[in-house]
Protein backbone atom coordinates (compact mmCIF):
# COMPACT_ATOMS: atom_id res chain seq x y z
CA UNK A 1 0.00 0.00 0.00
CA UNK A 2 1.19 3.23 -1.19
CA UNK A 3 2.11 5.84 1.70
CA UNK A 4 -0.76 8.82 1.92
CA UNK A 5 0.36 11.74 -0.28
CA UNK A 6 0.57 13.79 2.88
CA UNK A 7 3.21 11.66 4.00
CA UNK A 8 6.35 13.26 2.09
CA UNK A 9 9.51 11.16 2.70
CA UNK A 10 12.60 13.46 3.44
CA UNK A 11 13.80 13.14 -0.11
CA UNK A 12 11.06 15.24 -1.44
CA UNK A 13 11.05 17.98 0.87
CA UNK A 14 14.74 18.01 0.03
CA UNK A 15 13.87 18.80 -3.55
CA UNK A 16 11.62 22.11 -2.96
CA UNK A 17 13.05 25.32 -3.34
CA UNK A 18 13.77 26.60 0.50
CA UNK A 19 13.43 25.84 3.88
CA UNK A 20 10.17 27.65 4.53
CA UNK A 21 8.51 26.12 1.90
CA UNK A 22 9.74 22.87 3.47
CA UNK A 23 8.05 23.73 6.85
CA UNK A 24 4.89 24.84 5.75
CA UNK A 25 4.80 21.77 2.94
CA UNK A 26 5.36 19.40 6.10
CA UNK A 27 2.83 21.16 8.62
CA UNK A 28 -0.20 21.30 5.74
CA UNK A 29 0.37 17.91 4.91
CA UNK A 30 0.43 16.92 8.49
CA UNK A 31 -2.89 18.98 9.58
CA UNK A 32 -4.40 17.57 6.42
CA UNK A 33 -3.82 14.00 7.69
CA UNK A 34 -4.65 15.14 11.24
CA UNK A 35 -8.06 16.59 10.75
CA UNK A 36 -8.54 13.42 8.63
CA UNK A 37 -8.00 11.22 11.79
CA UNK A 38 -10.62 9.96 14.24
CA UNK A 39 -8.34 9.35 16.50
CA UNK A 40 -6.91 12.90 17.24
CA UNK A 41 -8.81 15.92 18.77
CA UNK A 42 -5.95 18.40 17.58
CA UNK A 43 -8.38 20.82 15.13
CA UNK A 44 -10.28 22.03 18.33
CA UNK A 45 -6.95 22.57 20.45
CA UNK A 46 -5.44 24.14 17.17
CA UNK A 47 -8.20 26.47 16.40
CA UNK A 48 -11.85 27.28 17.44
CA UNK A 49 -14.35 30.09 16.19
CA UNK A 50 -16.70 31.85 18.03
CA UNK A 51 -18.58 34.87 16.51
CA UNK A 52 -17.35 38.47 15.70
CA UNK A 53 -17.81 41.06 17.69
CA UNK A 54 -16.57 44.96 17.21
CA UNK A 55 -13.50 45.78 17.48
CA UNK A 56 -12.03 42.30 17.05
CA UNK A 57 -8.89 42.09 14.45
CA UNK A 58 -10.31 41.24 11.01
CA UNK A 59 -7.07 39.39 10.02
CA UNK A 60 -8.13 36.43 12.25
CA UNK A 61 -11.67 36.30 10.68
CA UNK A 62 -12.53 32.94 8.70
CA UNK A 63 -13.48 34.30 5.50
CA UNK A 64 -14.06 30.40 3.80
CA UNK A 65 -16.73 30.31 6.70
CA UNK A 66 -18.51 33.35 5.74
CA UNK A 67 -18.55 32.59 2.33
CA UNK A 68 -20.26 29.20 2.82
CA UNK A 69 -22.48 30.37 5.83
CA UNK A 70 -22.52 34.20 5.46
CA UNK A 71 -22.02 34.31 8.81
CA UNK A 72 -18.71 36.31 10.74
CA UNK A 73 -16.57 34.28 12.70
CA UNK A 74 -13.11 34.81 14.55
CA UNK A 75 -10.09 31.84 14.48
CA UNK A 76 -9.26 31.17 18.05
CA UNK A 77 -5.79 29.81 18.61
CA UNK A 78 -4.60 27.38 21.69
CA UNK A 79 -1.28 29.22 21.12
CA UNK A 80 -2.49 32.30 22.68
CA UNK A 81 -2.15 30.19 26.12
CA UNK A 82 1.71 31.19 26.28
CA UNK A 83 3.23 28.14 25.16
CA UNK A 84 7.24 29.91 24.41
CA UNK A 85 8.57 27.15 22.37
CA UNK A 86 12.51 26.87 22.43
CA UNK A 87 13.92 24.66 19.94
CA UNK A 88 17.32 23.89 20.78
CA UNK A 89 19.17 21.92 17.44
CA UNK A 90 22.05 19.88 17.87
CA UNK A 91 25.16 21.19 15.09
CA UNK A 92 27.91 19.18 16.02
CA UNK A 93 29.69 17.14 13.19
CA UNK A 94 28.27 13.96 14.00
CA UNK A 95 24.95 15.51 12.85
CA UNK A 96 26.26 16.23 9.23
CA UNK A 97 26.74 12.13 8.94
CA UNK A 98 24.28 10.61 6.15
CA UNK A 99 24.68 6.74 5.14
CA UNK A 100 24.54 7.00 1.20
CA UNK A 101 23.37 9.36 -2.02
CA UNK A 102 19.60 10.44 -2.04
CA UNK A 103 19.57 10.46 1.99
CA UNK A 104 19.40 13.36 3.87
CA UNK A 105 21.84 13.78 6.71
CA UNK A 106 21.06 13.80 10.26
CA UNK A 107 21.54 17.45 10.10
CA UNK A 108 19.19 18.31 7.07
CA UNK A 109 16.34 16.78 8.69
CA UNK A 110 16.65 17.61 11.97
CA UNK A 111 16.64 21.31 10.02
CA UNK A 112 13.53 20.60 8.58
CA UNK A 113 11.81 19.06 11.91
CA UNK A 114 13.30 22.78 13.12
CA UNK A 115 11.30 24.51 10.72
CA UNK A 116 8.48 22.77 10.81
CA UNK A 117 8.47 22.98 14.39
CA UNK A 118 8.65 26.77 14.40
CA UNK A 119 6.35 27.26 11.50
CA UNK A 120 3.36 25.32 13.51
CA UNK A 121 4.25 27.32 16.86
CA UNK A 122 3.34 30.39 14.30
CA UNK A 123 0.48 29.53 13.67
CA UNK A 124 -0.45 28.53 16.98
CA UNK A 125 0.67 32.21 18.38
CA UNK A 126 3.44 30.77 20.08
CA UNK A 127 6.55 32.92 20.91
CA UNK A 128 9.30 30.58 19.12
CA UNK A 129 13.35 30.89 20.21
CA UNK A 130 15.97 28.95 18.67
CA UNK A 131 19.70 27.96 20.37
CA UNK A 132 22.09 26.30 17.65
CA UNK A 133 24.71 24.51 19.74
CA UNK A 134 27.63 21.69 19.38
CA UNK A 135 30.91 22.33 21.58
CA UNK A 136 29.24 25.74 22.94
CA UNK A 137 26.21 28.12 21.83
CA UNK A 138 26.69 29.22 18.57
CA UNK A 139 23.61 31.39 18.27
CA UNK A 140 21.12 32.04 20.64
CA UNK A 141 17.20 33.72 19.47
CA UNK A 142 15.22 34.11 22.68
CA UNK A 143 11.59 33.50 22.32
CA UNK A 144 9.38 35.73 20.56
CA UNK A 145 6.02 36.09 19.21
CA UNK A 146 6.25 37.56 14.62
CA UNK A 147 9.94 36.30 14.11
CA UNK A 148 9.18 32.93 12.08
CA UNK A 149 10.60 34.37 9.06
CA UNK A 150 14.12 35.31 11.35
CA UNK A 151 13.73 31.76 12.90
CA UNK A 152 13.75 29.41 9.87
CA UNK A 153 16.39 31.80 8.14
CA UNK A 154 18.67 30.96 10.89
CA UNK A 155 18.37 27.28 10.65
CA UNK A 156 18.67 27.21 6.86
CA UNK A 157 22.16 28.67 7.45
CA UNK A 158 23.28 25.80 9.92
CA UNK A 159 26.11 23.77 8.95
CA UNK A 160 27.87 20.59 10.74
CA UNK A 161 30.30 22.34 13.20
CA UNK A 162 32.87 20.26 15.99
CA UNK A 163 32.35 18.23 18.95
CA UNK A 164 29.01 17.90 21.18
CA UNK A 165 29.33 19.53 24.71
CA UNK A 166 25.23 18.72 25.76
CA UNK A 167 25.60 19.43 29.31
CA UNK A 168 27.69 22.59 29.17
CA UNK A 169 25.96 23.75 26.16
CA UNK A 170 22.03 23.15 27.79
CA UNK A 171 23.76 24.54 31.06
CA UNK A 172 24.59 27.80 29.15
CA UNK A 173 20.78 27.59 27.45
CA UNK A 174 19.04 28.22 31.32
CA UNK A 175 20.68 31.92 31.36
CA UNK A 176 18.28 32.60 28.75
CA UNK A 177 15.17 31.04 29.60
CA UNK A 178 13.77 33.22 31.56
CA UNK A 179 10.32 32.05 31.63
CA UNK A 180 8.06 28.35 31.59
CA UNK A 181 8.90 27.41 28.12
CA UNK A 182 8.26 24.24 26.04
CA UNK A 183 11.84 23.48 25.15
CA UNK A 184 12.37 21.08 21.74
CA UNK A 185 15.47 19.37 22.06
CA UNK A 186 16.91 17.59 18.57
CA UNK A 187 19.95 15.66 18.35
CA UNK A 188 21.59 12.54 17.81
CA UNK A 189 22.21 12.28 21.76
CA UNK A 190 26.14 10.83 21.05
CA UNK A 191 26.46 11.05 24.51
CA UNK A 192 26.36 8.55 27.91
CA UNK A 193 22.74 8.78 29.52
CA UNK A 194 24.14 10.42 32.89
CA UNK A 195 25.52 13.63 30.72
CA UNK A 196 21.96 13.81 28.96
CA UNK A 197 20.61 13.37 32.68
CA UNK A 198 22.96 16.50 33.74
CA UNK A 199 21.60 18.54 30.66
CA UNK A 200 17.83 17.97 31.14
CA UNK A 201 17.14 17.64 34.68
CA UNK A 202 17.48 21.40 35.60
CA UNK A 203 15.39 22.22 32.62
CA UNK A 204 12.61 19.94 33.83
CA UNK A 205 13.46 21.33 37.54
CA UNK A 206 13.00 24.70 36.92
CA UNK A 207 9.73 23.41 35.22
CA UNK A 208 9.95 23.68 31.76
CA UNK A 209 8.74 20.41 29.38
CA UNK A 210 11.16 19.08 27.39
CA UNK A 211 10.60 16.78 24.55
CA UNK A 212 13.62 15.18 23.28
CA UNK A 213 13.86 13.98 19.05
CA UNK A 214 16.58 11.52 18.91
CA UNK A 215 17.84 11.96 15.16
CA UNK A 216 19.50 8.90 13.77
CA UNK A 217 20.73 7.58 9.91
CA UNK A 218 19.16 4.26 9.32
CA UNK A 219 22.06 2.62 8.23
CA UNK A 220 23.02 3.91 12.40
CA UNK A 221 19.95 1.99 13.50
CA UNK A 222 19.85 -1.52 11.13
CA UNK A 223 23.54 -1.28 9.66
CA UNK A 224 23.95 -3.52 6.23
CA UNK A 225 27.40 -4.14 5.90
CA UNK A 226 28.37 -7.59 4.63
CA UNK A 227 32.21 -6.98 5.15
CA UNK A 228 34.47 -5.55 7.63
CA UNK A 229 34.82 -1.91 7.67
CA UNK A 230 36.62 0.76 9.93
CA UNK A 231 34.17 3.33 11.39
CA UNK A 232 35.67 6.65 12.47
CA UNK A 233 34.05 8.96 14.78
CA UNK A 234 34.09 12.52 12.98
CA UNK A 235 34.72 14.48 16.11
CA UNK A 236 37.22 12.87 17.81
CA UNK A 237 38.78 11.01 14.81
CA UNK A 238 39.04 7.36 16.70
CA UNK A 239 38.67 4.54 14.39
CA UNK A 240 37.49 1.05 15.30
CA UNK A 241 37.46 -1.95 13.05
CA UNK A 242 34.04 -3.51 12.82
CA UNK A 243 33.27 -7.07 12.25
CA UNK A 244 29.98 -8.13 9.96
CA UNK A 245 29.54 -10.77 12.64
CA UNK A 246 29.46 -7.56 15.28
CA UNK A 247 27.11 -6.32 13.44
CA UNK A 248 25.14 -8.90 13.73
CA UNK A 249 24.86 -10.32 17.05
CA UNK A 250 25.75 -7.75 19.33
CA UNK A 251 25.40 -4.15 17.60
CA UNK A 252 21.74 -3.89 17.34
CA UNK A 253 21.57 -5.38 21.32
CA UNK A 254 23.95 -2.60 22.41
CA UNK A 255 22.43 0.07 20.44
CA UNK A 256 18.61 -1.10 21.76
CA UNK A 257 20.54 -0.86 25.42
CA UNK A 258 21.98 2.93 24.84
CA UNK A 259 18.15 3.74 23.31
CA UNK A 260 16.48 2.26 26.48
CA UNK A 261 19.06 3.77 28.93
CA UNK A 262 18.62 7.23 26.95
CA UNK A 263 14.44 6.68 27.02
CA UNK A 264 14.52 5.47 31.56
CA UNK A 265 16.53 8.55 31.49
CA UNK A 266 14.32 10.95 30.26
CA UNK A 267 11.31 9.59 31.66
CA UNK A 268 13.09 9.52 35.12
CA UNK A 269 13.21 13.56 34.94
CA UNK A 270 10.41 14.08 33.36
CA UNK A 271 11.01 14.46 30.24
CA UNK A 272 9.91 12.42 26.80
CA UNK A 273 12.29 10.99 24.44
CA UNK A 274 11.33 9.74 20.66
CA UNK A 275 13.64 8.64 18.34
CA UNK A 276 13.38 9.06 14.26
CA UNK A 277 14.79 8.22 11.96
CA UNK A 278 16.23 10.40 9.00
CA UNK A 279 13.85 8.99 6.18
CA UNK A 280 11.19 9.08 8.21
CA UNK A 281 8.35 11.98 7.53
CA UNK A 282 7.76 13.97 9.62
CA UNK A 283 4.38 13.44 10.68
CA UNK A 284 5.07 11.09 13.52
CA UNK A 285 7.36 13.68 14.81
CA UNK A 286 4.93 16.42 14.63
CA UNK A 287 2.10 14.07 15.76
CA UNK A 288 4.23 13.24 18.65
CA UNK A 289 5.12 17.39 19.55
CA UNK A 290 1.22 18.09 19.94
CA UNK A 291 0.75 15.03 22.04
CA UNK A 292 3.55 16.39 24.17
CA UNK A 293 2.03 20.16 23.90
CA UNK A 294 -1.62 19.19 24.85
CA UNK A 295 -0.58 17.62 27.88
CA UNK A 296 1.18 20.63 29.25
CA UNK A 297 -0.45 21.64 32.39
Known amino acids: MNAAPHLLPPQTLASLANLELIARTAVNG ?59 LDASASMGYASGPGVVSKLQYAKFLAAALAYLGARQHDPIGLVVFDERLRQVRPARSGNLQAVIHAVDQVTPGGGTNLDASIASVREHLTRRSLVALISDLYCKPDVMTRAVQPLTAQGHDVMIFQVLDPQEIQPHWDESVVLEDVETRASLNISPE ?48 QRRR
Open 246 to 293: FLQRRYRQRLDEHLESLRAVAASVGAHHALLPSDQPLNEALRRYLLFR
Open 30 to 88: FLTGLHRSPQFGFSQEFREYRAYAEGDDPRFVDWNVYARTDRTYIRRYEGETNTRLMIL
